[in-house]
C-alpha cells in the first residue's frame, strides 16, 4: 500500500515539476526586448544609443593621436601591414571577410561557437539585442569624432593594394579614416559584455573579441595601432554602459537566457 502511493506520488510530481520548470520559463522569456520601430520609428532599422552622447567623455581629448610618419610605432605599424599580407589565400584571410559587416547577425554567429548556446534574434532576444544595440555607443560616441578629428589614411590606400574584401567595400572605406577602429572596438566591447552574460566561457570569448579586432588588419582596413585603440575605446564605453539603468535591465535578461541569475 505504501510502496504504491509513494509511486503515484512519483507519477503526478515530475509532470507537475516539468510544468513548473516550463511555466518559470515561459515566463522569463514573456518580457522580449523593444523592437527597432519603438525605439527609432524616424529611422528605420536603426537602434539608438543606450547612453546619450554628452555622458562621454571627450575621446578626441582623452586619447593621443595617430603615430607621427616617423615614429618607431608607425614603422611597426608598416611592418605587420606587409607581415599580414602573407597570410592571404589562408582560413584566417577568409574569416575576415567574413566578417567584416559589422551587423548583429554576424557578430552573433561570430561569437555562438564560444558560448554555452547560440546567439540568434528568436532564442536569445535579449542577447541578440544588446549586440544591435551598442553599435551606436561604440560608433557614434565611441570612434567617429577621433576618426574625423584625425583624419588617418588607411594602409591599403596608403600602399595603394588591396584587401580580403570586395571593390565596393574597398571603394566604401576609401573615403572613411582609420584611426581608430570601429570594428576592434565594437568586437571588443562585445567580447567584454558577453563575457557577463556567460561567464563559464569567458576565456574562449574574450579570445575572440581580440581575434576580431585582428581581422582589421589581416583584411588590410586598418593599422595595428587602429586596433589597438580601438580596444581602449571599448572599455571606455562599457564601463559607462554600466551606469546606464536601460543597458542594465537588457544585460540582466541577457544572463538569465544563459542561466545566469541576477538579484
Not at 14 to 23: K, N
Not at 109 to 136: C, D, G, N, Q
Request: proline letters at 6%; charged letters at 25%.
Amino acid at each position: 500500500m505504501l510502496v504504491e502511493s509513494f509511486r503515484k506520488f512519483i507519477r503526478i510530481s515530475i509532470p507537475l515539476a516539468a510544468g513548473l520548470i516550463l511555466s518559470a520559463c515561459a515566463t522569463h522569456t514573456a518580457k522580449l526586448p523593444p523592437s527597432v520601430e519603438e525605439l527609432n520609428p524616424d529611422k528605420p532599422g536603426w537602434y539608438p544609443q543606450f547612453e546619450d552622447k554628452v555622458q562621454y567623455p571627450d575621446f578626441v581629448e582623452l586619447f593621443p593621436a595617430p603615430p607621427a610618419e616617423n615614429s618607431p610605432i608607425f614603422a611597426n605599424d608598416k611592418k605587420v601591414f606587409k607581415d599580414t599580407r602573407k597570410l592571404k589565400g589562408t582560413q584566417v584571410w577568409y574569416d575576415a571577410a567574413k566578417f567584416a559587416r559589422i551587423a548583429p547577425e554576424v557578430l552573433s554567429e561570430y561569437f555562438s561557437p564560444v558560448m554555452s548556446r547560440k546567439i540568434t534574434k528568436e532564442e536569445t532576444p535579449w542577447t541578440y539585442y544588446i549586440i544591435a544595440r551598442i553599435i551606436a555607443d561604440v560608433a557614434g560616441s565611441g570612434t567617429r569624432d577621433i576618426k574625423h578629428h584625425y583624419k588617418r589614411v588607411r594602409p591599403f590606400v596608403y600602399f595603394n593594394t588591396g584587401t580580403c574584401s570586395t571593390k565596393e567595400d574597398e571603394e566604401a572605406h576609401r573615403k572613411s579614416y582609420s584611426y581608430p577602429s570601429s570594428h576592434a572596438a565594437y568586437g571588443q566591447a562585445l567580447a567584454l559584455i558577453l563575457t557577463e552574460i556567460d561567464p563559464a566561457n569567458q576565456a574562449k570569448i574574450a579570445k575572440k573579441g581580440i581575434e576580431y579586432g585582428q581581422f582589421r588588419v589581416i583584411c588590410g582596413f586598418h593599422w595595428d595601432s587602429d586596433v589597438n585603440l580601438g580596444r581602449l575605446v571599448a572599455s571606455h564605453v562599457v564601463a559607462r554602459l554600466h551606469t546606464n539603468m536601460e543597458f542594465i535591465d537588457a544585460l540582466k535578461n541577457a544572463k538569465a537566457e544563459f542561466g545566469h541569475q541576477t538579484r
